[in-house]
């Protein structure tokens, strides 16, 4: 039992130490030697208890997946409100997107890192993401009946695709296409622009 805990508290320990250095430089200062160093423990442990350092990487993804959250929020959120217009259900989930890049500077960290790079770590994350988007779908999905001639997939991949890019590149540019994506009232505009777009394929009027 005690070496149970003793292997509980150095994996905690590393996955901390990853989170750390994720959150203060980025994936690229995540290495064997930074996070055992930053862990205060010997790097041996990382290839005993996580077998190298792509398995620490897929554990932290599994310990700290920011998504399952942000669709639980937004399950509690369309609940608490009685919402049922489809158009501002998918208002709500854009706007719990915008508030889960917000607050998670890990999960910003992770989105890059799926786009910039192509390993089993990136694959890991895009997994986890589509896992968790899929479920958001399935949620859309049931207030938003539609025919065959409208692509909800195809519409929710546009809507979530196009808030993720924009809020990935607000932190190198303050403006886009005449919209300060960068401020609570430019993002609320990406968050309207939205409802009326699923208002008007869907032929839903809005309630404001």
Request: net charge positive; proline share 5%; aromatic share 6%.
């Amino acid at each position: 039992m005690e070496r149970k805990r003793s292997r509980d508290d150095a994996e905690r320990r590393f996955i901390s130490a990853v989170h750390k250095l994720l959150l203060e430089r980025g994936f690229h200062a995540v290495g064997i030697n930074s996070v055992a160093e930053r862990a205060g423990l010997n790097k041996v442990l990382i290839y005993r208890y996580f077998g190298g350092l792509d398995g620490l990487l897929a554990a932290y993804v599994d310990r700290m997946d920011p998504f399952p959250p942000m669709v639980a929020q937004v399950e509690r959120t369309i609940e608490a409100q009685g919402l049922n217009d489809p158009a501002r259900v998918g208002a709500e989930i854009l706007r719990a997107m915008i508030d889960g890049l917000r607050s998670s500077p890990e999960l910003q960290e992770m989105l890059k890192w799926e786009l910039m790079e192509k390993n089993p770590l990136s694959e890991r994350i895009a997994e986890a993401r589509e896992r968790s988007g899929r479920k958001l779908q399935e949620l859309f999905a049931r207030y938003a009946p539609a025919g065959p001639e409208v692509d909800l997939e195809a519409i929710t991949a546009l809507l979530t695709g196009g808030v993720f890019y924009l809020y990935l590149r607000s932190a190198t540019a303050s403006v886009f296409n005449g919209i300060p994506i960068n401020t609570p009232a430019g993002q609320e505009r990406l968050v309207r622009a939205g409802q009326r777009i699923v208002e008007a394929l869907l032929r839903k009027k809005v309630t404001r």
